[in-house]
């Protein structure tokens, strides 16, 4: 097993590990979890996610959009993320959807997931901005700098 310094945390870099998500959540230091903050928000991406078939598992400290082939896959939410990380993966559904739920070796080359990186961090940016706090603007553009670095060194 190979470990990666990230944001100052000791991160295991096996494949399954590439998929997870850096714990920091800085919408969430403002305005809490999203359950509280936004409830109505919240439940109605819950909601749809299970309409639509995505397994939502709730586990701690945990952010993450798991893809499956041929149909929409697990979404693993810390439930009490805020609602930017609740809308950062569930772009990445949104993504995988509009693929036709194509699979991992779709979701392992390096263009493709970078370009949904930066989708799902730009719909968490502009949470912020709309917020008029750049300075997390400017944290989670970091946060996506580092994963995209991440990504580039471990998916060519």
Do not use: C
Not at 9 to 35: A, S
Not at 98 to 103: A, D, T
């Amino acid at each position: 097993m190979n470990r990666t310094l990230f944001f100052g945390r000791w991160l295991n870099t096996d494949v399954d590990d590439i998929f997870r998500k850096n714990p920091d959540n800085p919408l969430k230091e403002v305005i809490g979890p999203g359950r509280e903050s936004h409830p109505q928000e919240w439940n109605k991406i819950i909601d749809e996610l299970h309409s639509e078939g995505v397994e939502v598992i709730y586990k701690g400290n945990t952010m993450a959009y798991s893809p499956s082939k041929g149909g929409p896959g697990q979404l693993i939410i810390d439930e009490d993320a805020s609602i930017g990380a609740l809308i950062h993966e569930y772009t990445h559904y949104l993504d995988d959807s509009k693929q036709g739920f194509p699979g991992m070796s779709y979701h392992f080359q390096t263009i493709n997931r970078v370009k949904m990186e930066l989708n799902a961090y730009m719909r968490e940016i502009k949470i912020a901005e709309d917020m008029g706090r750049n300075d997390i603007a400017n944290m989670l553009f970091e946060n996506y700098i580092q994963e995209r670095r991440l990504l580039t060194n471990h998916l060519k």
